[in-house]
């Protein structure tokens, strides 16, 4: 048996020892849910994160008026420094991420008369540039056996068969890379920007294709992980929650945002030695053709 030779080493062994569970976005809605629901279940600390620190606070002041145990970390996955702010946190306090479900995102409401350019120039900067560029900091300090749940939506398959049979063809495409499909979200918004979306083959849904992007991303980064880290089974799904009443979904639905925490805290909670699902999107406790 070794023992640690100093404070500072067994500091460090101890710090990168401890599993940690992040979920972006969550300071109300299925987010919140989803960190309650961790805090119930999972053996490790739970980070309810938040780009605004009152909003935030609050929200775990009232999980732990429950009786659990969430903590805080700041982050704006907008924003380029607060994002590896974060990474390099959570890299120094834990070595690294166990568990990160990327929930953060936004939506326009069905009666926003805001022009549909600029719709889909806001909703893909978040829903899907900026939830890529998080991925893209964080994925090289997910752990071995790390889960990493992107939450999508059937909005995303929907839009996807909307699409013209070349755009199809190419989200469904097992070679796409990166850099192209970043190419047909920015094409996506700049079609939308000279109102020329529909004619160009693209549906009238920036939300549904901000999703079929973070899907068909989840699918690439799962790729990679593959390729890359071979041996660290670490597992990357896309996940649709489900049609629950949030702020994003509206009044008018009837399943409660506790509902959807239930499929996504299942992945996020995969025990070790599965290989499959990865790459896939994902539903209640099953996979679904892309």
């Known amino acids: 048996m070794t023992s640690c030779s100093g404070r500072v080493l067994c500091s460090q062994v101890t710090m990168s020892a401890r599993r940690v569970a992040l979920v972006t976005g969550s300071n109300k809605g299925i987010g919140l849910a989803t960190v309650r629901a961790l805090c119930k279940q999972y053996d490790g600390d739970v980070y309810l994160m938040a780009r605004d620190v009152a909003r935030g606070t609050a929200a775990v002041e009232g999980l732990r008026a429950e009786g659990l145990a969430p903590r805080f970390h700041q982050l704006d996955i907008t924003d380029a420094g607060s994002v590896r702010a974060a990474r390099d ?3 120094g306090e834990y070595g690294g991420v166990d568990v990160l479900v990327n929930n953060a995102g936004i939506a326009f ?3 926003d008369k805001t022009p549909f350019g600029i719709q889909a120039d806001v909703t893909l900067k978040t829903n899907f540039f900026a939830t ?4 893209n900091e964080f994925l090289p300090i997910i752990k071995p056996g790390g889960r990493v749940v992107n939450v999508s939506s059937v909005m995303g398959s929907i839009a996807l068969s909307r699409c013209s049979p070349d755009l199809q063809a190419r989200f469904r495409s097992d070679d796409i890379t990166e850099e192209e499909l970043v190419g047909l979200m920015e094409r996506f918004v700049a079609d939308a920007k000279e109102e020329a979306h529909t004619q160009r083959g693209w549906p009238n849904t920036a939300y549904g294709i901000s999703k079929t992007g973070l899907t068909t991303l989840t699918r690439i980064h799962a790729r990679k992980l593959t390729q890359e880290r071979p041996g660290d089974e670490i597992l990357c799904n896309a996940c649709c929650p489900g049609w629950v009443s949030t702020d994003m979904a509206g009044p008018n639905v009837k399943k409660s ?3 959807g925490p239930i499929t996504l805290v299942f992945w996020a909670r995969l025990p070790p030695g599965f290989k499959d699902p990865h790459g896939h999107f994902v539903s209640k406790k099953k ?4």
Do not use: V
Request: proline residues 12%.
């Open 89 to 91: 946190f959570f890299k």
């Open 109 to 111: 409401k069905m009666a």
């Open 132 to 135: 890529r560029d998080l991925c």
């Open 257 to 259: 945002p506790e509902g």
């Open 287 to 290: 996979g679904h053709p892309w």
